[in-house]
């Protein structure tokens, strides 16, 4: 479950109260995990997987009641968002009005020894000069901008910079109140023993501050535009493939440097959760390169990634906390690195009654230990929206034979297929199993988070209320009886990263 489809009267989730009202609730219930998705700022189409900065933290998720009690914001101020829609992210009217909120909350705070210390983040200059340029420069991309201050030239970039310190100085205390509000949810979860589990996507967005301020690390043309950009090639998903559109990165250079910006990226996302999901695992090992001119993914080609060298300078003497996201075609030279290091991968209970080749993978019957074992993902429709579809009126004569196949193993009717489908893959061999809320709620696919390759409508989804007691009183017994449930041990160990064992 995202931050942002918390429920809240201002227009979004927040990293909060309800944050660790969620958190509380969950380990009630005898869950020792929460995933969500990245919590960096929203880019192109409000994709937190498109994000201007890798390492800094979404102001749209800090809680606004907070501020009110810390005498940054008055609560008539606040008030307007309490207008906004309460079952999903208007994301327009929202940015508009909580980005003006957040200036005047940090132009207010005083500073502090801990403002002191949070200003030697390395990466916290650069995206606030990015910020504020991209501010002044109409919200263009920063290849749009002025030449010498696309390509950093001096002196007209410090002569820029200058103009806009006092909006970096804003950006800046922003970010602060991001990493004081985090840092409190961070700690309650730990005392509760509920860990916290993030996601890093392999790319990173073009239009980002860490592609404007370390050009010479990305695949660019000397003006700052790709060359080439990552997807996907074709497959039964799509005839064509996926470009994202992603800047492809320079591994020879990377690795010259020792890897240097990733052991940043890495050590940032650590330094904010306990776990981390790393988005498009295989790309490691080969990743597919489309010609920045090409409109689809289709005339692309493979290229050797990193590989071992990327995770051995990574890790050093410590095993990472990280789960592979292994899905799609995986070669055995993806889950030959993945069990090298020692990642658990991932399977998806909903690919596993379908009559494609790698769908005997995805049957919770033969799950191996060593994965994280989903219901679905962000990705996929709700499990009763994917099922029924608009079979409104849940006529299994309509149903599909991988759909049938699902309840002959099950042994129900469907009328609560997503907890046959929970419970099925709880009782798996997976050492970890993770819910999507929606399926606990068992919402159809109006719930859905994310279609890819939908232009419109993605990442807007929240509920409209705290989870009720009958589910989570449900998802108490489900998780004690496949042998799941958090014990009392876990609530007090120091470091909730050492291990991924059989917990929810």
């Not at 919590?39 to 890798?54: A, E, H, L, N, W």
């Not at 132009?107 to 502090?112: A, K, L």
């Not at 030239?153 to 109140?177: C, D, H, N, T």
């Not at 029924?388 to 049938?404: E, I, P, V």
């Amino acid at each position: 479950m995202h931050v942002s489809s918390l429920p809240s009267p201002h227009g979004i989730g927040t990293i909060g109260n309800e944050a660790r009202q969620l958190a509380t609730i969950l380990a009630e219930a005898g869950q020792r995990y929460w995933q969500m998705l990245p919590v960096g700022p929203t880019g192109y189409r409000d994709s937190p997987y498109q994000s201007p900065s890798t390492f800094a933290g979404n102001p749209l998720l800090i809680d606004l009641p907070d501020l009110v009690e810390r005498g940054l914001l008055a609560a008539r101020e606040i008030k307007p968002l309490t207008e906004l829609p309460k079952n999903q992210v208007a994301f327009g009217p929202l940015i508009k009005q909580k980005s003006k909120l957040l200036s005047k909350a940090a132009s207010r705070q005083e500073v502090d020894r801990g403002l002191a210390s949070f200003l030697k983040t390395p990466w916290l200059e650069n995206y606030a000069a990015y910020t504020a340029l991209k501010e002044a420069n109409d919200l263009r991309s920063w290849t749009d901008w002025p030449g010498a201050l696309a390509l950093r030239q001096q002196p007209e970039l410090s002569r820029a910079i200058a103009k806009v310190r006092r909006r970096m100085e804003l950006e800046v205390g922003i970010q602060y109140l991001f990493h004081q509000q985090w840092e409190s949810l961070r700690a309650h979860c730990r005392k509760l023993g509920v860990v916290l589990i993030g996601d890093v996507p392999i790319f990173v967005a073009h239009d980002s501050a860490d592609v404007w301020s370390q050009p010479d690390l990305f695949e660019l043309d000397d003006r700052g535009n790709p060359t080439v950009v990552a997807g996907v090639p074709p497959d039964y998903f799509s005839k064509t493939g996926q470009r994202w559109g992603n800047p492809l990165y320079r591994w020879d250079l990377l690795r010259a440097d020792g890897y240097k910006w990733w052991n940043e990226r890495m050590t940032a996302s650590l330094s904010r959760f306990d776990l981390v999901r790393v988005d498009h695992f295989r790309g490691f090992c080969a990743y597919w390169e489309i010609p920045a001119t090409e409109v689809t993914a289709v005339k692309g080609r493979w290229v050797p990634g990193p590989g071992v060298g990327l995770f051995q300078e990574l890790a050093g003497q410590s095993q990472l906390p990280i789960i592979a996201e292994d899905l799609g075609v995986i070669t055995p030279d993806v889950t030959a690195l993945r069990q090298r290091f020692g990642f658990p991968g991932m399977r998806v209970g909903q690919f596993g009654f379908d009559d494609e080749p790698e769908t005997a993978l995805h049957n919770p019957d033969n799950f191996p230990p060593d994965v994280v074992a989903y219901t679905g993902t962000h990705d996929n429709d709700t499990t009763v929206g994917w099922f029924w579809g608009n079979n409104r009126r849940h006529d299994r004569r309509r149903l599909t034979r991988h759909r049938r196949r699902l309840l002959e193993r099950v042994g129900t009717r469907g009328e609560e297929i997503n907890w046959d489908l929970i419970e099925l893959v709880m009782a798996s061999k997976a050492e970890t199993a993770i819910v999507p809320v929606q399926d606990l709620l068992g919402l159809g696919s109006e719930a859905r988070m994310n279609t890819p390759g939908k232009e419109e409508g993605n990442w807007v989804w929240r509920m409209d209320g705290p989870l009720p007691d009958h589910v989570l009183t449900r998802l108490r017994e489900t998780t004690a009886a496949s042998d799941r449930h958090q014990t009392s041990d876990i609530r007090h160990q120091t470091d909730p990263r050492s291990d991924l064992k059989s917990d929810v």
